[in-house]
């Protein structure tokens, strides 16, 4: 089974402080995307990458930046946290499965909390 | 841009089938999906389907297209409490991102 996970479920930190959220998958897949999930707006994507050391922009990367180094792991920073911030954030990693269908598979999510 | 639109809630009683529908704008989307998140938990896959179908059965679930009019169904049948969750549309656009819905939050009535 495919395995993505997520450093922490909950998480909780002041506004100012430097966060890191983590994310690492055991598939070898190229793409891994960060989203955060609020009430009435869905998913929205954060940034996403294609590679090591590759990153795009999504619909919403103002405050944040994240990082890959290795293959399996795609990291989140927020820089300074700020209260607008509070989410939940979700991690995906992308394969072609069978039958080149793009199947996208989700880590179990980090509720983070800025006060 | 591209957009994804579904309805946020639907109640139905257990044993009666349940009908998510879904509405998106890019027309050269290949593929489509519905993805299933259960309370406290990330999003699961549910199925999938190819643009050049126009429907997709899998036990209790049935995918119906409409290419056309760029619907996309999804219908469970013999709703059970534990279908109780948000579904989620999505829609692989051009770039091979994946577009989402912002989920419809079905609840089972005994």
């Known amino acids: 089974d495919v395995k993505v996970t997520q450093s922490s479920r909950y998480l909780v930190k002041r506004t100012g402080e430097k966060v890191f959220l983590e994310c690492v998958q055991d598939?070898?897949?190229?793409?891994m995307f960060w989203y955060r999930q609020d009430p009435g707006l869905g998913l929205r994507l954060i940034y996403f990458?294609?590679?090591?050391?590759?990153?795009e922009k999504g619909d919403i990367p103002e405050g944040y930046s994240v990082s890959r180094e290795k293959k399996e792991r795609f990291s989140l920073i927020l820089e300074s946290a700020s209260t607008n911030q509070t989410s939940m954030y979700l991690c995906a990693s992308t394969t072609t499965g069978l039958a080149g269908v793009y199947e996208q598979y989700f880590g179990p999510g980090t509720r983070l909390t800025v006060t | 841009g591209e957009d994804v639109e579904q309805s946020l809630f639907l109640s139905v009683r257990e044993g009666d089938s349940s009908v998510i529908n879904c509405t998106y704008t890019d027309s050269s989307s290949t593929y489509l999906y519905w993805y299933k998140q259960e309370p406290g938990a990330g999003l699961q896959l549910l199925t999938y389907?190819?643009?050049?179908?126009d429907m997709k059965q899998d036990q209790r679930l049935t995918v119906l297209l409409n290419k056309k009019d760029k619907h996309l169904s999804l219908r469970i049948a013999d709703t059970q409490t534990g279908d109780s969750a948000i579904y989620f549309c999505a829609e692989m656009d051009r770039d091979d991102k994946i577009i989402f819905g912002k989920g419809t939050r079905l609840h089972i009535l005994p």
């Open positions: 389907i190819f643009s050049n179908m």
């Open positions: 990458s294609y590679d090591v050391k590759m990153k």
């Open positions: 598939m070898d897949h190229e793409n």
